[in-house]
C-alpha cells in the first residue's frame, strides 16, 4: 500500500480500523482512561473520529494527490469521521 492509498483509506472507511487501533492503545496505555465519564470518552472519540479523516484528506491535499474541494475532500471525511463515530456508539450502548 503506498502512501497515497492509504491516506485515501484513512478518510475514508479506513477511519474504523485506524481509530480501532489508536482506542485500543489508549485503553492499553492509560489506565486512567476506563475511570474517565462516559461522556468524556465520547466526547474524545467523537473528536478523533473527525480529526483522523480530515487530516488524512489535508494531507493528501498538500501532497498534491488531490484538489482541494469542500465536496470532494473535506465533506466525504466528516461523512465517514460521523459514519465512525455513530457506529462505535450504537454498538457500545448499554442497555437503558
Known amino acids: 500500500m503506498s502512501f497515497q492509498e492509504f491516506l485515501q483509506y484513512a478518510s475514508g472507511p479506513g477511519v474504523n480500523v485506524i481509530w480501532g487501533f489508536i482506542l485500543t492503545v489508549?485503553?492499553?496505555?492509560?489506565?486512567?482512561?476506563?475511570?474517565?465519564?462516559?461522556?468524556i470518552k465520547r466526547a474524545v472519540f467523537f473528536v478523533a473520529s473527525m480529526v483522523v479523516p480530515v487530516?488524512?484528506?489535508?494531507?493528501?491535499?498538500?501532497?498534491n494527490?488531490?484538489?482541494?474541494?469542500?465536496?470532494?475532500?473535506?465533506?466525504?471525511?466528516?461523512?465517514?469521521?460521523?459514519?465512525?463515530?455513530?457506529?462505535?456508539?450504537?454498538?457500545?450502548?448499554?442497555?437503558?
Open 55 to 63: 487530516t488524512a484528506s489535508l494531507i493528501s491535499v498538500a501532497a
Open 65 to 96: 494527490y488531490q484538489d482541494f474541494g469542500f465536496d470532494t475532500v473535506i465533506w466525504p471525511a466528516l461523512t465517514a469521521g460521523f459514519a465512525c463515530f455513530s457506529a462505535g456508539t450504537v454498538s457500545h450502548i448499554r442497555k437503558l
Open 26 to 39: 489508549i485503553v492499553e496505555w492509560f489506565p486512567r482512561w476506563e475511570e474517565l465519564e462516559s461522556r
